[in-house]
């Protein structure tokens, strides 16, 4: 990204519009977040690129839903953060907005002074890193979670979730906004329907996505065998399932 005042003003909005939402509603806690890399200077170069690319993925991402930049201002490694943030594909723009808002508010406060940190939603996800990391699979940070319920027939289940997930990180991978989402209707004695989802980040490749898609589909027995739902996320891509519908169609 270059330097603006457009991009200043977003990242004063930002924290005003931030500091209303912390005040109406409260800051919503994220499904997870991490921290790494080493400390950079309050106030130094480092933290001022960052502002202003937290403010730059604040005004871009809401736009199609994906925002990656990078802001130098002068300095080069190791005062440049790189950042994307990406919204759920089937979420508007305003509630990525909100969201990409509060994540970038949120880890923030969570990893003060750390070049690197990630947090995920359920509407959005957001990366900034020292490390020039676009189109590279993270192979980092992993997040799983599940459903506690188990479901009637695990060996039936747990295949026709496999073969959704399996198609739908196919389809992901072949679309522009590389994401997909779908059901499949069960048959026999589960009389019950399984709601999918896959995502990867922009910055990859066609064949990336559906490498990282299908390394997150070979977690799932560890992670949600013979369970009601699923997930697991990772800085590049995402699946989810459920019996229940959990995107808009
Ligand atoms: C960063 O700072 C925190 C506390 O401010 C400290 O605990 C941590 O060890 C530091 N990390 C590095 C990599 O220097
Ligand atoms: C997430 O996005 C969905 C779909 O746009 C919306 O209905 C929901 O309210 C959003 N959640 C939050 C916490 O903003
Ligand atoms: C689900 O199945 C596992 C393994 O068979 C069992 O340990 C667990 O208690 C079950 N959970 C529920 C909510 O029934």
């Given at each position: 990204m270059s330097s603006s005042s457009s991009n200043n003003n977003a990242f004063y909005f930002l924290i005003s519009f931030a500091l209303l939402l912390q005040s109406a509603f409260g800051v919503t806690e994220p499904l997870f977040h991490s921290c790494s890399g080493e400390n950079f200077t309050v106030h130094g170069p480092y933290e001022k690129n960052l502002n202003r690319l937290m403010g730059f993925l604040y005004h871009q991402?809401?736009?199609?839903?994906f925002g990656l930049g990078s802001t130098s201002f002068g300095a080069h490694y190791p005062d440049q953060p790189y950042g994307i943030a990406l919204c759920r594909g089937d979420v508007s723009s305003s509630d990525c907005k909100t969201c990409v808002a509060e994540a970038s508010s949120y880890i923030r406060k969570s990893c003060p002074n750390r070049k690197q940190a990630t947090i995920w939603y359920d509407n959005c996800s957001l990366k900034y890193s020292?490390?020039?990391?676009?189109?590279?699979?993270?192979?980092?940070t992993k997040f799983y979670s599940w459903n506690t319920q188990n479901v009637t027939n695990p060996t039936y289940f747990n295949q026709k979730a496999k073969d959704l997930l399996t198609h739908l990180a196919h389809e992901a991978s072949v679309t522009p906004k590389m994401y997909a989402a779908r059901e499949l209707k069960l048959e026999g004695s589960e009389r019950e329907t399984v709601y999918g989802m896959a995502q990867c980040t922009r910055d990859l490749s066609d064949g990336d996505c559906k490498t990282c898609l299908d390394g997150l589909i070979g977690d799932l027995p560890s992670c949600c065998d013979g369970k009601q739902g699923g997930r697991v996320v990772t800085g590049s891509c995402n699946i989810r399932y459920e019996i229940y519908p959990f995107v808009k169609a």
């Open positions: 991402t809401p736009y199609t839903g020292d490390e020039k990391f676009f189109g590279q699979i993270d192979h980092g």
